[in-house]
């Protein structure tokens, strides 16, 4: 469906959407333009909240296999192949998709023998970060572009984008509640794991092209530094407040989708980018989260039976 | 063991078994039999290929020559007919696992697919939860249990589906007297009550010296196999060590009195010299 043919929108607004919108959204403040408002960026309301979803579910895992930094690498070093396909002329979104997944396979192949992922992976950042400057430097086009892809460009997803991220989203979220119980046990105790027959090279390997699918679709929203936002803090946010993996699982996919479209519905209000808002939200979320906690701890000790003094 | 097992058909079996990394020997020309309800106890000093024999049945590590088999099989990894307890780590603070789900890892967490409890799996978690006494604490998240604690349950993972052969790597390591019995006095029930044989990799054996059927020692490449009496001997261990080894039973206790060789004993060394 064309959304700008189907709001009435001016001729203008369908050819250059980005221009347009940026335009519609400085000069909507009235609750009537911003419903208008919403609708047009529903694609992208829409992609934030599966996203979301799929980011909480997986952000249980990376906490599990402790690897937040793993992420933020691979995030890096998609936008190398984010920046060479825009210098090649082909599609930005398939650029990261293939800079994630290469990085992710080439950490976990490095990784496999001596499971030291985070040296792997700080060799790889810095490398796969300067191929990018490298590219977007050799890049002629408009700058915006190249900002774009660090800090999240997501109001302009039209209706294909949306379909593929959404699609390749529920195929990650399909694949980790499939592969729930031995993903969990390799995480949890590799050891016993492997002993019960989970092959947990092949699982280790699977983990990290999926991650590396969920780390390009995510790039999409909150942008290549700010990733972590939506794939690690929901998931650490709800690890605060529970240890029951059903209750973790919902609970961060709650805090995740929150965060997402929530920023998406402030920014539009205004002229500041979505991913501020975003990172905001799932911080104070976190935030929330370890304060429960702390007084939920001090209520438990206040409740402990108290010690009895020895007689003397 | 009982009269009645010992005929019994062996539960492992290792016919000329080795193991070289390169060049190094870790153990070689191994002949071992198990048998349904016997304790074996296996001891050596670090590196002398222990836990690596554990891998072998574990069918996590190829000999490098001979065979081994369980229940008639050659061995293979994921058999439901072996339990498992591998070394004590203590699990991180967050882990998002109340304790009965970390025992239904044990039961199912080899299987993929939706994962749905089912009532037979919950009644099962629940049964062994009451075996290793970790009812009290079945709803705490495992992260905030005691080392004790986290290796009942440990415990409790291995015993799912009864198993025919339990593997246990160090299972008493850094546990206090207290939970050093009872988890040594599961793993003797399991043995004599439901006639699996137990192979137990231990630094110290006097904690379950009750228990042990025969000892395998492993040092230098070679190894020695036989009852307590048989093997914790002086000339014995001396000969397997090269070296002057002094065995001395204290109280019921036995102590090793190695100086030169790097030894777990020491520890009790120490204290009996100091006592002297």
Known sequence: MNLAASLNLPASLAESPPLALVERIRSSYTLEGYWDLFQLVQNSVITAAVLGLMGGIFGVFIALRRAGLVVHGIAEISFAGAALFLLLGLNVVAGSAVGAVAAAVLIGVLSLRDREVSAVTAVLMPFGMGLGILFLHLYQGRSANQFGLLTGQIVGVDDIQTRTLVTVAVIISVVLVLLWRPLLFASVDPELAAARGVNTSVLSMIFMVLMGLAVAMSVQVVGALLVLSLLVVPAAAALKVSHRPLTVVLLAMGFGVFSAVAGIMIAITGTIPISPYITTISFLIYLGCLLVARRRRRVSIRKAPPVIPAAS | ?276
């Open chain 2, 1 to 276: 063991m009982t009269e009645h097992s010992r005929h019994a058909a062996p539960v492992i079996r290792l016919r000329q078994a080795g193991i070289s990394f390169g060049r190094r020997t870790l153990w070689e020309n191994l002949d071992l039999e198990v048998h349904p309800g016997e304790f074996l106890a296996v001891l050596g000093p670090n590196g002398s290929g222990k836990s690596t024999f554990l891998k072998v049945l574990l069918g996590l590590q190829d000999l490098s020559t001979g065979t081994a088999e369980i229940l008639g099989e050659p061995v293979r990894r994921g058999s439901s007919r072996v339990g498992y307890i591998p070394q004590q780590q203590s699990l991180p603070a967050e882990t998002p696992l109340r304790a009965r789900d970390l025992v239904a890892l044990g039961l199912n967490g080899h299987r993929w697919g939706i994962p749905w409890k089912s009532a037979r799996t919950r009644a099962a978690v629940e049964e062994l939860l009451q075996r290793v006494g970790a009812e009290a604490y079945a709803d705490q998240p495992v992260g905030v249990l005691s080392g004790g604690e986290q290796q009942r349950l440990r415990a409790a993972q291995a015993l799912a589906g009864n198993p025919d052969v339990l593997l246990c790597d160090e299972p008493l390591h850094s546990l206090d007297l207290q939970h050093q019995q009872a988890i040594a006095e599961l793993l003797t029930t399991q043995a004599s009550q439901r006639e699996a044989a137990v192979v137990f990799v231990t630094h110290e054996i006097n904690p379950i010296i009750e228990a042990v059927d025969r000892v395998v020692y492993f040092a230098r490449g070679q190894y020695r196999i036989g009852t307590v009496s048989e093997v914790m001997r002086s000339e014995v261990l001396s000969e397997l060590y090269d070296a002057p080894v002094d065995v001395v039973e204290h109280k019921g206790r036995l102590i090793v009195l190695a100086d030169h060789v790097e030894h777990h004993h020491e520890h009790d060394a120490d204290t009996i010299r100091e006592a002297l």
